[in-house]
């Protein structure tokens, strides 16, 4: 029966090939599928035992992880400590790569290429969550205020997971032929880590993945679970200055002005009509202004207003649409007031894009299975796609194409999480001070998981 449900979706993503020998290929393809999913029921206890007796080391590396926090672009000792945990079971590591980027290389054999990452920066937030492990870390950001740090988003459980799944594959390698790549990846909160490191040439002067991997925790599910968003998962995030330029005066003759502020409240409530009206309802959409600053004294009218947008959407095509979008209708009320074109708003686009994260569908069905041999049917679990960024994008967005999968690993106490379904309660979300995973059920399952999923990569 295995093999059968393995087979007939193959066939159907196929079902258009008129040629024998692409469907030889697929019947191949589905009989190699089947037969490592029944080699797989047998390993699943032995790994589980390794993952278990694994623990205590693993909870040690996250605890260290987890009180010395570091923040995007500044992971010096963070990157040397991964760096280490790779070199101690046997990868040749380079590190400095795009920054505090680390990446170690495993080569066993003939056989595919696959790329495993991991994040290791944290957020400028003070840690609420009690826990005795909790970050007391300080530092000043680039501004020179001082900050609390913490692992507000989990990486420091995607680091313990990534080290987990090296050292057991490490020690299997007489059950796998082929090159292992696990990068340990910077300042993946202000989305340039990624780019650093590709630019800095991660598929030039390392072998070039057949595909790559990524987990992120989430509250979402429970610990013991995974989740899986084929297609779109996460968003193209970009985010927009506008200087909205006027003639400033006395508020009490607003007749001698071209009030920016009321130009700017008007631009406002205009970019909603993007979303509602000129983007299809089918290709999901969001913007926001989430700032608006002008002025200094109610009876003052101001020369300029200043407005923060970001747009998400998961579409190159509707990415555009809403930049330009956003320029005509703004360009159009400052017309509309009079206003002569080189008074014409001023847009900014930041550096800080992130393009949106599509999970290749085959990759990504090809994995469920395994998870649903691995965990059980029950614990694996489809997840609807966000509208929040993750530059794991750019590592399939190269000119290789490389397929690319982020899986979501469960993080949140059972009981706690069954009770916020029952309205009881809500749980803290990632980015939030008081988000604290459940770390052995979360690091075992991630590690079972990871382990699994880049065994089935490694087979043709």
């Given at each position: 029966m295995k093999l059968t449900n393995t087979f007939c979706i193959l066939l159907l993503f196929f079902s258009a090939a008129a040629q024998d020998g692409p469907v030889r290929q697929l019947k191949e393809q589905a009989r190699e599928s089947g037969r490592f999913i029944d080699e797989l029921d047998g390993k699943t206890d032995g790994l589980r035992r390794q993952a278990d007796a694994d623990y205590a080391y693993l909870e040690n590396l996250y605890i260290h992880y987890h009180t010395h926090p570091e923040l995007s672009f500044y992971e010096k000792e963070t990157s040397k400590r991964m760096a280490e945990e790779l070199r101690k079971i046997g990868f040749d590591v380079t590190e400095k790569v795009g920054g505090n980027g680390v990446v170690g290389v495993l080569k066993n054999g003939?056989?595919?290429?696959?790329?495993?990452?991991?994040?290791?920066?944290?957020?400028?937030?003070?840690?609420?969550?009690?826990k005795p492990y909790a970050s007391t870390v300080t530092t000043q950001d680039e501004a020179g205020n001082t900050v609390g740090v913490m692992?507000?988003?989990?990486?420091?459980?995607?680091?313990?997971?990534?080290?987990?799944?090296?050292?057991?594959?490490?020690?299997?390698?007489?059950?796998?032929?082929?090159?292992?790549v696990f990068i340990g990846q910077p300042a993946e909160e202000r989305s340039g880590g990624a780019k650093a490191m590709l630019a800095d040439g991660l598929y030039e002067r390392f072998p070039v993945p057949d595909y790559a991997i990524a987990l992120h925790d989430t509250p979402d599910l429970p610990a013991g679970m995974v989740g899986y968003c084929s297609g779109y998962s996460l968003a193209n995030v970009d985010m927009m200055d506008i200087t909205v330029f006027g003639k400033g005066g006395h508020g009490a003759a607003p007749?001698?002005?071209?009030?920016?502020?009321?130009?700017?409240?008007?631009?406002?409530?205009?970019?909603?009509?993007?979303?509602?009206?000129?983007?299809?309802?089918?290709?999901?959409?969001?913007?926001?202004?989430?700032?608006?600053?002008?002025?200094?004294?109610?009876?003052?009218i101001p020369d300029e207003v200043r407005l923060e947008l970001t747009m998400r959407s998961y579409s190159d095509e509707v990415r555009m649409a809403l930049i330009e979008k956003i320029k005509r209708i703004c360009n159009g009320v400052a017309m509309s007031a009079g206003l002569t074109e080189e008074k014409y708003p001023e847009y900014k686009l930041r550096e800080e894009y992130t393009p949106s994260v599509y999970n290749d569908p085959q990759l990504t069905e090809r994995i469920r299975q395994v998870f649903i041999q691995t965990l059980g049917s029950g614990n694996v679990?489809?997840?609807?796609?966000?509208?929040?960024?993750?530059?794991?994008?750019?590592?399939?967005?190269?000119?290789?194409?490389v397929p690319i999968l982020l899986f979501w690993l469960g993080a949140s106490d059972p009981e706690l999480f069954e009770a916020a379904q029952r309205g009881a309660l809500s749980l803290p979300s990632l980015h939030s001070s008081g988000f604290a995973p459940m770390p052995e059920p979360t690091i075992k399952t991630g590690v079972l998981a990871m382990t699994c999923a880049v065994l089935e990569l490694l087979r043709r």
């Open positions: 003939e056989g595919p290429t696959i790329l495993v990452r991991a994040d290791m920066d944290a957020l400028p937030i003070v840690e609420e969550t009690g692992h507000a988003c989990g990486h420091d459980i995607h680091m313990t997971v990534w080290a987990g799944a090296a050292r057991r594959l490490a020690a299997m390698k007489g059950e796998w032929k082929g090159t292992l007749q001698t002005t071209q009030d920016p502020v009321l130009l700017a409240s008007r631009m406002v409530v205009a970019l909603q009509s993007i979303v509602s009206r000129e983007i299809s309802p089918l290709d999901p959409a969001v913007v926001t202004v989430g700032s608006i600053h002008g002025g200094t004294k109610g009876n003052i679990r489809q997840m609807p796609p966000g509208m929040v960024g993750e530059d794991f994008a750019r590592y399939g967005r190269t000119e290789e194409q």
